[in-house]
Every structure is written in structure tokens, then in C-alpha cells.
């Protein structure tokens, strides 16, 4: 009898912890839906994460990011200058009200600063994105040389 109860009371535990799983989803609203972080040369100490972010909750934005492998994670921009494509540090991202926002090669980014160790390709790291609202979220990503690069195929698919 005592042991049903018991069973019971995990079963009721397992269930909630299982439910604020779900709800703390629904309350971050922000999901990552894609990214990874660019594998570099060892000697390279200094790398680049890509992201794309959908909200699924009212306007939020983004306003830095950490991250335990590298000294520092700064939010960058891509502008033209004269003609000149320069990085340029921001202080945040927006992101609207379910819309998007998408981190890429050919723009805003997260620059990775010093990084401790050289991080291995197919490994993952961890990030914490923190919001404008309090909120912080931590991200894995992959290690990758380059997203969809050609030179990453190895092997040719014949149909």
C-alpha cells in the first residue's frame, strides 16, 4: 500500500516537472530553429555563431549573449562605409512580435572572442542568449566548418 503511494507520488512529480518543461517552452516564446558556430584553424581565436530565432510571444530583443568557451560573445552588425563592408558592435537585436531574427554569414552575427580552446568540428557549445524582458535562454550548436559549403560534401549523391 505504502509503495503504491509513493508510486504515485513520483508519478504526480514526474507529471508536473514534465508540464513546467512544457510551459517554460511557451514562456521563453523565443525558439531557435537554426544555427551553428564556425569551426576555425586552431590558430584562428576568434569565431562566429549563426542563429535564427522565431518568436512566438510579443516583441522582444535580443541584448547580449555569453558564452563559457570564448572570453567574450559580442552582437555585430555588417554597414557600408564608403563603399567599405565593416563589423560594428550593437547593443541588441530587436525581434517583432512572430517574426524572426536571422543571424548570418552575411550580416548580423555573434562574434565569438578569444576563444580558450580551439572548438573541435561535430562537437557542441553552449550559449545563453539573454532578452530586453530578463530572460535568458541557453542554446547548443553545432561546430561546423561552414553551413552547406561545397567543399564539406565529400560525397557526390547520384540519382
Partial sequence: MEFKT??????????????????????????LTDGYVRAMPASVPNTAAYITLENHGPATRLV?????????????TLVDENGMIKMRQVD?????????????ESGNHIMLLGLHAPLAEDSKVELTLSFADGQQQVISLPVKK??????????????
Fill in 92 to 104: 541588441g537585436f530587436d525581434i517583432d512580435s512572430h517574426g524572426s531574427l536571422i543571424l548570418s
Fill in 6 to 31: 509513493l508510486k504515485q507520488i513520483f508519478k504526480q512529480l514526474f507529471n508536473i516537472t514534465l508540464l513546467s518543461c512544457f510551459s517554460f517552452t511557451a514562456f521563453a516564446q523565443v525558439m
Fill in 146 to 159: 561552414q553551413a552547406g559549403s561545397a567543399e564539406s560534401e565529400h560525397h557526390h549523391h547520384h540519382h
Fill in 64 to 76: 547580449s549573449v555569453t558564452a563559457p568557451f570564448a572570453k567574450e560573445a559580442q552582437l555585430h
